[in-house]
């Protein structure tokens, strides 16, 4: 896919990478150059802890869930 930088330096990026990306409208991009190559990064505005709290279902305390994985009863 090719776009095409505009005088002030901006550049469209192709709605399919937006798309598959999940870059949407105030999405903030880190840019870099590795080994003479253009990189955009998408930085993450939620925390990595918040996106999997609550993700394991369980019936157990977690004073029993630290006892297991301790090893101690």
């Known amino acids: 896919m090719e776009a095409i930088v505009a005088d002030s330096g901006e550049v469209v990026i192709p709605e399919a990478l937006r798309l598959k990306l ?10 870099r150059e590795e080994n003479g190559e253009l990189v955009a990064v998408k930085i993450s505005e939620e925390d990595p802890v918040s996106q999997v709290m609550g993700c394991l279902k369980t019936d ?5 869930i630290m006892a297991y994985l301790r090893g101690t009863p």
Do not use: H, K, P, R
């Open 22 to 31: 999940g870059i949407t409208a105030q999405t903030v991009l880190d840019f």
């Open 60 to 64: 157990m305390s977690t004073d029993e």
